[in-house]
């Protein structure tokens, strides 16, 4: 019983760290793991796993990647992804952690799932403005395949591997830390 509830927090960490790098990917992943029966959700997350839900989590997933690939379109697009980043790896988080009390499920979703996902879509952002900026947005399609190649594996390893994923994702916040810390400006 413990074990399946450390899994399920690698698991929503996992797919929260994944939603940091696009929103709709993990969700969509989700939706297929629960609707192939590979993993299950809360009783009332189980909408996720229904037929609607993969296909119009599967639209927006398309939507949403082709839409890094239209320059500056993709900068509008983060600035509107980072709230919904956090809120949907809350819900990641919520939809996978089991056998928690409420109390104890929605603190870890909000400060694991929403603040792991609000923390790399952030740095996601960063680095694609700084794109922009330095390429006049032609390094942009790199940077979106480089997200979208890491969401992808993010949420595979998660479903799959969610150890491996939650090792990842702290090696991730690592490296995010150690850039911001390079490039923070540092007081006189």
């Known amino acids: 019983m413990m074990t399946e509830t450390i899994i399920s927090i690698f698991l929503g960490v996992g797919l929260a760290a994944s939603v940091g790098f696009r929103v709709f990917l993990p969700l969509f992943a989700l939706s297929l793991a629960s609707y192939f029966n590979i993993w299950e959700l809360n009783s009332s997350w189980v909408w996720i796993g229904s037929l609607t839900a993969v296909i119009t989590l599967g639209v927006a ?3 949403e990647i082709l839409g ?3 320059p500056f379109v993709d900068n509008i697009l983060d600035t509107i992804a980072i709230p919904l980043a956090a809120v949907a790896g809350t819900a990641v988080m919520v939809s996978t952690v089991a056998d928690l009390s409420p109390i104890i499920t929605w603190a870890l979703a909000i400060i694991a799932g929403g603040g792991t996902a609000a923390t790399i879509k952030s740095a996601a952002g960063a680095s694609r403005l700084t794109s922009s900026t330095t390429t006049a947005g032609l390094g942009n399609p790199l940077v979106s395949t480089v997200e979208t190649g890491t969401s ?4 595979i390893f998660s479903i799959f591997l969610p150890i491996l994923a939650f090792v990842l994702v702290i090696f991730v916040l690592f490296v995010i830390f150690k850039l911001y810390k390079k490039i923070k400006p540092s007081k006189p």
């Open 61 to 63: 997933t398309l939507i």
């Open 68 to 70: 890094y690939y239209i």
């Open 152 to 155: 992808i594996v993010m949420s």
